[in-house]
């Protein structure tokens, strides 16, 4: 079996262009596991849309669960996309997700914007690190997030485990940004984030989370957010039709997997 091993501000994901494959939860994790497998922050499957005129994203996060939407993965899936002569560089691309039909379109600069729908804030929340307590935004944007602004710096908090949240709020768990918010020439807002993902623990990056944080630091208007993560900058544009996410997406290696162990991830 084929595959494509990429990341998009570093959060990366293995690519699998079979149209016939089931991406199990098991397979998934096989897949992610940085030690015995390929190692990522998830999966994403190269699918025919329904309507066969198309294509879609079938994405697992690295326990094997299945994600709505991401950014970085949509990136990534768009340049595979064009790289492999499905779709031409420059051209409106349209990609089904979990959270409905996205646009993305691949610039000759390598980088890759995408169509990420509308943030919807939601109610406040707190979001509990060690001792520190942070109220934070909820925010839906296809999956959900909570967006702690903060004080302290992103860069001294321990996000080695899941921070504590109200489970009632979030049933189905829930992805848990810290910004601090600073200035940048040619942006709205510049925002320095860390985050710590559902599924998968804390990433180098995040796209919803990207635009979930912008649409919170905007408070609901219009503008452009420059988000600053580990892996790298990408700018968020909040507007009339939803989040639009501008960042890069980098193919590390293609490759073929060993039957072998394909055959015991797959047992």
Request: proline residues 4%; charged residues 20%.
């Amino acid at each position: 079996m084929r595959f494509l091993k990429g990341h998009g501000t570093g959060n990366d994901f293995v690519v699998l262009p079979d149209h016939e494959l089931e991406l199990t939860a098991e397979l998934a994790r096989a897949l992610c596991d940085r030690r015995t497998g390929l190692g990522a922050d998830g999966v994403l499957r190269v699918a025919p849309s329904a309507d066969g005129d198309g294509w879609y994203m079938d994405h697992r996060n690295a326990d094997g669960s299945t994600a709505e939407m991401c950014g970085n993965g949509l990136r990534l899936f768009a340049r595979y996309l064009v790289d492999s002569g499905r779709a031409s560089a420059g051209s409106e691309q349209r990609i089904g997700t979990r959270s409905g039909l996205r646009r993305a379109v691949v610039g000759s600069d390598g980088s890759v914007r995408v169509e990420m729908g509308p943030a919807r804030l939601g109610p406040a929340s707190v979001a509990v690190v060690g001792d520190d307590s942070f109220t934070g935004t909820a925010v839906s944007m296809g999956n959900p997030h909570l967006v702690c602004l903060i004080e302290v710096p992103v860069a001294s908090l321990d996000l080695h485990r899941p921070p504590v949240v109200d489970a009632a709020s979030f049933p189905e768990g829930v992805n848990v940004e810290f910004g601090n918010v600073g200035v940048l020439d040619g942006a709205d807002r510049q925002v320095t984030m860390r985050v710590h993902e559902r599924g998968v623990g804390e990433t180098q990056a995040c796209g919803t989370g990207a635009c979930a944080l912008a649409a919170t630091v905007l408070g609901g208007a219009h503008g452009i957010v420059a988000v600053d993560q580990p892996g790298g900058r990408v700018l968020v544009d909040v507007a009339d039709d939803g989040c639009w996410l501008t960042g890069p997406a980098v193919v590390v290696a293609t490759g073929e997997l060993d039957p072998a162990w394909l055959s015991a991830a797959l047992s």
